[in-house]
């Protein structure tokens, strides 16, 4: 028997948090900048084995590094003074747009597998409020819109994407990513949908867009309308693969796609999914996630005539942000007293209209009105931060 999302997830957590690497995803320091931490040798913060290392001049200018403990057990380097001399070294992340833009410490682990059975359950969060509506809506937006427009989701009320908005002037993050497209691929429009121009100079405008990603590239290789006729033509094909992972438009995306990847089968008339993700911010993402591609499941089953499968959810990197350590043990104690007092809600059930048989079809705004969640109940919204 297929555990509840709440058990697996709860599991999760615990696990993260015991037996997951400590490491810190950093900026690079300025060429030559000193380091004026303090480090622990030790792994106790404040005590003993705190040396300076303000102007890297001690005696043997030593390495030394910072093992404070957080969050469980096992150990953290926090401190870029890994050099010699005591200045600070180029970070071990590699460089890209969005990634290490705060110096945000996290707990991980590797290569973590969920499944459910859509038929069982819906799998969506109790031992904490997720908002349905949001997710289902960023997932429409990706899928059946196919945009990028970040002004799609404020005009619905989303704001989870407002962090990684292009602003007017085509800038993010110190780059232009107008220029940056106009250089890599000249005479293409920005628009997806529109490709090469022969005559006449491209419009190359991204705007108020997370560029290049997500929605754009499934309305560049018209990935949905190609699965569902895929399902309706050959339900048996086992070829039936959505990449959102472009490498040659990965320059261009704010934020390279998190989960990247879906694969889709039929057997014994139930559609199966299986999805994976590169990285998952364990606390606020993955329960999104989980919800969205269900839901994506359960609609494209409803329009080719199939019911829901076996959904398979994996990330290659689950992690939890030091400054989610405490909602998350919040959540736990939740779940741990709800399950002992017989009080964790049950999952809810998902509503359908059965009288939309066309994907673009499903209405798309704030309402949700042909997309429904009926008796949720949870234990209340536990409020963690996002870290970019």
Known sequence: MV?????????????ILAEGEHVQNYKKRESGKKCTE???????SGGKGTE????GKESGKKRVENCRNWGGSGTERVCDCRSNDGYGVE?????HTAQANSEAKTVRLPHQVMQFDLMEEFPIL?????AFKTAVLEILWIYQVASNDVRWLQERGVKIWNEWEIDEDGNYQGRNINEIFRERHPGMSSDAGVGMIEDGEAEVDFSHTIGT???????KYHLIDNLIKTLKNSPGNRR???SLWQNEWLETAALPSCVWNSQWNVMNGRLNTLVTSRSSDVPLGLPFNVVQYAVLNHLI???????????????????IYENQVEGITEQILRYDRAVKDGTLPKAPKLWINPEIHDFKDFDNSRELKDIKLENYENLGTIKMPVTE
């Not at 555990?3 to 696990?15: A, G, P, T, V």
């Not at 303090?38 to 106790?44: I, L, M």
């Not at 990603?213 to 309305?219: L, P, R, T």
Request: aromatic fraction near 10%; charge should be neutral; glycine fraction near 6%.
């Open 301 to 319: 089953a409803h329009v080719v005539g199939l019911k829901p499968g076996i959904f398979t959810f994996m990330t290659n990197d689950a992690h």
């Open 52 to 55: 300076s290392v303000q102007d």
């Open 3 to 15: 555990k509840s999302f709440d058990e697996q997830y709860i599991d999760l957590c615990r696990r």
């Open 91 to 95: 970070s071990a992340m590699p460089e």
């Open 240 to 242: 039936m693969v959505l």
């Open 213 to 219: 990603a997500y929605g754009w590239i499934v309305k």
């Open 126 to 130: 109790t031992s904490k409020k997720v």
């Open 38 to 44: 303090k480090c622990q040798v030790d792994g106790e």
